[in-house]
């Protein structure tokens, strides 16, 4: 059985316990069971690379460049527990991947990762034979695997460490410019970043520290006014979390997304990250 601890890599059985201590138990050795599935007429998925709130992250091998680390965006559906695998459930996580591949596409930022193409396929893990949405093909979008480490992983390491404060001053300062180079060049694209937080940072090492966003799924426009808002409390500005907690609607905007900045800052800086 493929979604087996037997056979599966180092790298997804930390995946898997990250969703068992979020209450998804056995949900990455289902998922893994994608291993082997062919898209595209050139892509193939290698193995489990990341699990979202809305997708599963997958490496994959390109047959036409082999060289190219990439990866690919799948909808994340319950496929653990069955019973919860309803049409809209399925409907409504499909349509999630494919705006988010067409946001990510749009935005042509060096800041994000490189979108290479939307695809769709029949997915294994879904029985066909019960017809309707079932048995259409699940969306899938390829983009390029960035290299480093998540900024809160890496700076924690480096806290660990013990670095000098003048050296740390200086990677610091480098991440705080660039995100918000990020974060204005994004604006001006019509685009907000909605869940600013370390882990959603990639750090790419020597010669130049650059930070690059991982998830495209925390994009929305600056026009969007239905209330999606992408976020982790923990990251939220005073205000905007009280709000969640009345029950009020919460909306993404140039003052929170600066406010959410901040704290991701304040963390990464001071050490308080996980």
């Known amino acids: 059985m493929i979604g087996n601890l037997q056979t599966t890599t180092l790298h997804e059985r930390r995946v898997a316990r990250r969703l068992d201590a979020r209450g998804e138990k056995g949900l990455a050795h289902s998922l893994v069971r994608l291993r082997g599935t062919e898209f595209g007429a050139r892509y193939h998925i290698e193995s489990l690379y990341a699990v979202g709130g809305e997708g599963a992250v997958y490496i994959v091998r ?25 049409s809209t459930v399925i409907h409504e996580q499909r349509s999630k991947i494919s705006m988010e591949a067409r946001l990510l596409a749009r935005t042509r930022s060096a800041h994000l990762p490189r979108h290479l193409g939307t695809y769709s396929f029949r997915n294994p893990l879904l ?15 390829v983009m390029e695997k960035l ?19 003048a050296l740390m001053r200086r990677t610091l300062d480098r991440v705080a410019v660039v995100l918000l180079q990020a974060l204005v060049e994004l604006h001006e694209r019509g685009f907000l970043y909605a869940d600013l937080r370390p882990g959603n940072m990639r750090m790419i090492g020597h010669p130049h520290r650059r930070i690059r966003l991982l998830d ?15 976020h982790v409390p923990a990251y939220l500005p005073p205000r905007v979390f009280d709000d969640l907690s009345a029950g009020r609607p919460i909306a993404v905007t140039p003052r929170s997304q600066a406010i959410m900045a901040g704290r991701s800052l304040y963390a990464v800086a001071t050490g308080p990250v996980s």
Do not use: C, N
């Open 216 to 230: 495209a799924g925390s994009l929305v426009t600056v026009y969007d006014d239905s209330g999606r808002f992408p």
């Open 62 to 86: 390109d047959a036409v460049r082999p060289w190219r680390p990439l990866v690919a965006k799948v909808p994340l559906l319950p496929v653990h527990q069955p019973f919860q695998l309803t």
């Open 127 to 141: 029985d066909a034979e019960r017809g309707s949405v079932f048995a259409e093909p699940d969306p899938i979008y």
């Open 147 to 165: 290299p480093g480490s998540d900024l809160d992983r890496w700076l924690l390491r480096m806290h660990h460490t013990q670095l000098p404060q």
